[in-house]
């Protein structure tokens, strides 16, 4: 997945200049049927589109060789209309807020009404190299 414009502005404020950042207390996940580009505001799926598309909390386990991996399922329950989701991207708030991350699934997913789509257990990655 890739930083943000906002997300790599924070990092470099906090690792090389004296200015206060303010790191999130909460992270979400949104879902996407285009690359949300660095501002994370393309093609999200919301409760407009369907009742079922709302940002998720995740949470991530501690970071290792310069990854951090989500630490429990995320899942959502579209309940109308046929999807195709093949992007996701990490929020600050579960609306508005601030894109972190986001990235392309690897195998991207159409969903159908009541069908579940499901990111598993370490398989959202938040990484730098």
């Known amino acids: 997945m890739s930083f943000s414009n906002y997300a790599e502005n924070a990092a470099l404020n906090w690792l090389f200049t004296g200015s206060v950042v303010t790191r999130p207390t909460a992270w979400y996940v949104a879902v996407h049927t285009a690359d949300p580009t660095e501002d994370g505001t393309v093609g999200e799926l919301t409760a407009a589109n369907d009742s079922g598309f709302v940002r998720k909390s995740v949470t991530f386990a501690d970071a290792a060789s310069g990854n951090a991996l989500s630490s429990a399922i995320v899942a959502w329950t579209p309940t109308t209309g046929s ?43 938040a990484a730098l190299d």
């Open 83 to 125: 999807f195709d989701i093949t992007h996701v991207s990490v929020w600050d708030a579960i609306t508005g807020g601030n894109c972190l991350i986001y990235g392309a699934l690897v195998i991207p997913r159409t969903t159908t009404n009541a069908t579940p789509f499901a990111i598993n257990t370490g398989d959202l990655i």
